[in-house]
């Protein structure tokens, strides 16, 4: 479990300790049967919550990720730059081929 899963998983039990301490039982089958619109947007609310915490552990993941890649392009770097093959730099990049065009054109307009 992650630390994130941790957190969510710590305050959902909190919720159901205080929800268990101040709501009378048989309360969810009396709402439903009084109170249908009140039943519906506890649903609905139980729901948005599930897809919020779905979503938190998503952006977490991609978190994690992203903290990988840094990781080991930073590690890149330092093995490059004690390699001895680091000492050249790296060969420029090409010009993208319409770049390349359009810097033709333009040198062929200022010639012009």
Do not use: F, H
């Amino acid at each position: 479990m992650n630390p994130v899963e941790w957190v969510l998983n710590d305050e959902l039990s909190r919720l159901v300790d205080r929800l268990a301490e101040s709501v009378p039982g048989g309360c969810l089958q009396a709402i439903g049967a009084q109170n249908s619109t009140l039943r519906r947007r506890l649903d609905e609310a139980e729901a948005q919550m599930a897809a919020v915490r779905a979503s938190l552990l998503d952006g977490y993941g991609r978190w994690r990720r992203a903290l990988d890649d840094v990781e080991n392009l930073w590690a890149l770097a330092a093995w490059k730059s004690t390699s001895p093959e680091a000492a050249a730099p790296d060969p420029p990049a090409a010009p993208a081929p319409s770049a390349a065009k359009n810097a033709t054109e333009q040198s062929r307009t200022l010639a012009a």
